[in-house]
């Protein structure tokens, strides 16, 4: 990959030359949290068991690429919501969640534009499915919290596609949902910040880094270091 260039202050291209045709592509796959969103789910849950720090160690080891098995350390961090309550999900959903600032526009763009947009996330269905339907997301695919009379047993359920969303499972969907659309790959995008982004970010024709790890942003074709995600609207008109 060629060495990167500044595009604009705070917007980063490497391996490709901007502007490019916001309708060259036919999907955009975006990662939820910290990218569509400002907090990490599993982290804000955990802070009412009184576990924010011991979880939030392993969401950080995870993103940067420290933990190589996403789904143990996702199983680890789940397994320490272990009590909570539903109404306790609800309170981080109307408390603490926001869309991230231009996650609303560039969606709206995508659209406009006639992407089909979807949402792949190792977070929770409680969360994604919301985030779904509050920015008009055409398709999600998420990890499901087991839940027993309104509480967390501290596992996850497995769905039709599989166990767990993790790095290998966002890839998959990408490209299934490439296929289904009858495009090719290449004519995805994939938006991202961690490192279980990264398969599915390889997979993308192309991939954007927002705000995101070093290694992550080492190898993004475009990174947003700075402002909204319609920021990606500068480099794809």
């Given at each position: 990959?060629?060495?990167?260039?500044?595009?604009?202050?705070?917007?980063?291209?490497?391996?490709?030359?901007?502007?490019?045709s916001?309708?060259?592509?036919?999907?955009i796959?975006?990662?939820?949290?910290?990218?569509l969103?400002?907090?990490?789910?599993?982290?804000?849950?955990?802070?009412?068991?009184?576990?924010?720090?011991?979880?939030?160690?392993?969401?950080?080891?995870?993103?940067?690429?420290?933990?190589t098995?996403?789904?143990?350390?996702?199983?680890?961090?789940?397994?320490?919501?272990?009590?909570?309550?539903?109404?306790?999900?609800?309170h981080v959903?109307?408390?603490?969640?926001?869309?991230?600032?231009?996650?609303?526009?560039?969606?709206?763009?995508?659209?406009?534009?006639?992407?089909?947009?979807?949402?792949?996330?190792?977070?929770?269905?409680?969360?994604?499915?919301?985030?779904?339907?509050?920015?008009?997301?055409?398709?999600?695919?998420?990890?499901?919290?087991?839940?027993?009379?309104?509480?967390?047993?501290?596992?996850?359920?497995?769905?039709?596609?599989?166990?767990?969303c993790?790095?290998?499972?966002?890839?998959?969907?990408?490209?299934?949902?490439?296929?289904?659309?009858?495009?090719a790959?290449s004519?995805?995008?994939?938006?991202?910040?961690?490192?279980?982004?990264?398969?599915?970010?390889?997979?993308?024709?192309?991939?954007v880094?927002?705000?995101?790890?070093?290694?992550?942003?080492?190898?993004?074709?475009?990174?947003?270091?700075?402002?909204?995600?319609?920021?990606?609207?500068?480099?794809?008109?």
């Amino acid at each position: 990959m060629t060495s990167p260039t500044e595009f604009a202050p705070g917007l980063v291209l490497q391996g490709v030359q901007g502007p490019l045709s916001l309708r060259d592509f036919k999907l955009i796959a975006f990662d939820m949290d910290s990218t569509l969103i400002n907090i990490e789910c599993v982290d804000e849950i955990a802070d009412a068991a009184g576990r924010k720090a011991e979880v939030a160690a392993i969401t950080e080891a995870a993103m940067q690429g420290l933990i190589t098995d996403y789904k143990e350390s996702l199983r680890q961090r789940v397994a320490l919501l272990k009590g909570v309550t539903v109404q306790h999900l609800e309170h981080v959903f109307t408390e603490r969640l926001r869309f991230n600032p231009g996650a609303q526009t560039l969606v709206a763009a995508a659209k406009a534009a006639g992407l089909t947009t979807l949402l792949v996330s190792g977070g929770f269905t409680f969360f994604a499915d919301r985030v779904k339907a509050g920015l008009g997301i055409d398709l999600a695919r998420s990890n499901q919290l087991e839940v027993n009379n309104g509480v967390l047993t501290g596992r996850m359920v497995d769905q039709c596609w599989g166990d767990i969303c993790d790095g290998a499972e966002k890839r998959r969907t990408l490209l299934e949902v490439a296929s289904l659309l009858g495009i090719a790959p290449s004519q995805a995008i994939a938006v991202g910040d961690g490192a279980n982004d990264l398969p599915m970010m390889g997979a993308a024709g192309l991939s954007v880094a927002y705000h995101a790890k070093p290694a992550v942003r080492a190898q993004a074709k475009v990174a947003i270091h700075q402002g909204g995600l319609d920021r990606l609207l500068e480099v794809l008109r």
